[in-house]
């Protein structure tokens, strides 16, 4: 009797906008390891505040929506309000295996022995809580107020970029994203002394495109980092991520058209010491779009890595912290190209491991010696840079 043959699994690869674009554009070889092999890193650093930012400004925003009155007013005082947010998120952090790494965040409730913290005397006000508490009295007072929906999830299909019938996993690609904050503004009730609508009216595009809306959304993405020089490759991607956001959003049923995203870079609230002598770098080299005059200028020109860091303007470090992009159709179909030919390359990454060849030769490396230092695969990966690094004891 003839038996039957199973056919094949239909399977839809999935991709995440900052999982495998983010990741992948970062380094091929070290987005091989970490996120397909699903190997934790020893030390995550990034990725610890990344989640720690994010779930700060999502429990924020609740605890605003819940309140009443006095409640809802601004500034917040660290102790007790954001500390009790902070340990919050802390807890639910621990839980997935996240740990802060030593020196950004005190997770002690009170004082006791020292910890890893530079004494006894809990909690400290560290580098991870200064972000959380400029990031909340900086933008919450006037995100809050306009947002419709927080942590929207994402999803859309494409066509898989050369596609190989018999070779190729699918026909078909699945997007995926998760947008931070969702806002929507009606011109009648838009308050003029929002900030945040302040910088999307001081971009001339942006104006243009609102005039004829009654209403629109606005994407507002955290980034838990510095903002990235203008011939950074980051600066690139992160326009495509929330310009494909927008793209998503458009085929939901019932979406307002989206006039603009926001990019909110927190560390630039409260810089550190390497951030500084990142932004005096791009600064000499004309590599940033956002630069200091007056004061700022002065402190900057005069300040060593040696010194005590300078106390830039709020204005200043709030205009490095924020950044507009136009949701404009030819901005579109390049940032849905872009992410078309980074699938592209890791399928065809993928189909060549399948077959046999060896894992450094599939996926390529990129060196860069702030990445490679803190890279888990750094002894034994063919283009760790700048110099030889040696195996130790963990």
Excluded at 25 to 44: E, F, K
Excluded at 119 to 127: A, K
Excluded at 346 to 375: L, Q
Aim: proline share 8%; net charge positive.
């Amino acid at each position: 009797m003839p038996l039957s043959v199973r056919p094949r699994p239909y399977l839809i690869p999935e991709y995440s906008l900052t999982g495998d674009l983010l990741s992948y554009a970062s380094c091929p070889l070290q987005y091989r390891y970490y996120n397909r092999a699903a190997l934790p890193p020893s030390t995550p650093v990034q990725l610890w505040f990344g989640e720690f930012i994010h779930g700060v400004m999502g429990e924020a925003y609740r605890s605003w929506s819940s309140g009443a009155g006095r409640s809802r007013a601004f500034p917040w005082s660290w102790r007790p309000r954001i500390r009790q947010v902070e340990l919050e998120v802390h807890k639910r952090l621990v839980a997935r295996g996240l740990c802060p790494p030593p020196n950004l965040f005190c997770p002690h409730e009170s004082p006791g022995s020292a910890g890893v913290c530079p004494d006894g005397n809990h909690p400290h006000h560290l580098n991870a809580s200064a972000r959380a508490e400029a990031a909340i009295n900086t933008w919450g007072k006037d995100l809050f107020p306009l947002i419709t929906a927080a942590e929207v999830r994402l999803k859309g299909s494409r066509p898989m970029p050369n596609y190989r019938r018999g070779v190729s996993r699918s026909n078909y690609y699945s997007v995926t994203g998760i947008v931070d904050v969702l806002g929507s503004v009606t011109l009648g009730t838009a308050s003029r002394d929002n900030l945040i609508l302040r910088y999307l009216m001081a971009d001339d595009a942006v104006q243009r495109s609102i005039a004829a809306l009654r209403e629109y959304d606005v994407i507002v993405d955290y980034k838990g980092m510095r903002r990235p020089a203008k011939d950074d490759e980051a600066w690139a991607y992160h326009e495509w991520q929330v310009v494909t956001y927008a793209w998503l959003r458009r085929k939901q049923p019932g979406s307002r058209p989206t006039a603009a995203a926001i990019l909110l870079y927190l560390n630039e609230l409260v810089p550190s010491q390497q951030d500084l002598i990142e932004l005096a770098r791009e600064l000499g080299r004309d590599r940033t779009d956002v630069r200091p005059s007056g004061r700022d200028a002065e402190l900057l020109k005069r300040w060593k890595p040696r010194l005590p860091q300078p106390k830039l303007s709020s204005g200043f470090r709030e205009t490095r912290s924020v950044r507009v992009i136009h949701i404009a159709r030819d901005l579109t179909q390049k940032s849905l190209d872009s992410f078309d030919g980074v699938v592209g390359a890791i399928e065809e990454a993928v189909a060549r491991e399948v077959a046999g060849t060896p894992v450094k030769e599939c996926w390529s490396a990129k060196p860069e010696e702030r990445k490679c230092t803190a890279c888990d695969f750094k002894t034994f990966c063919p283009g760790a840079a700048p110099k030889t690094y040696t195996a130790t004891v963990p």
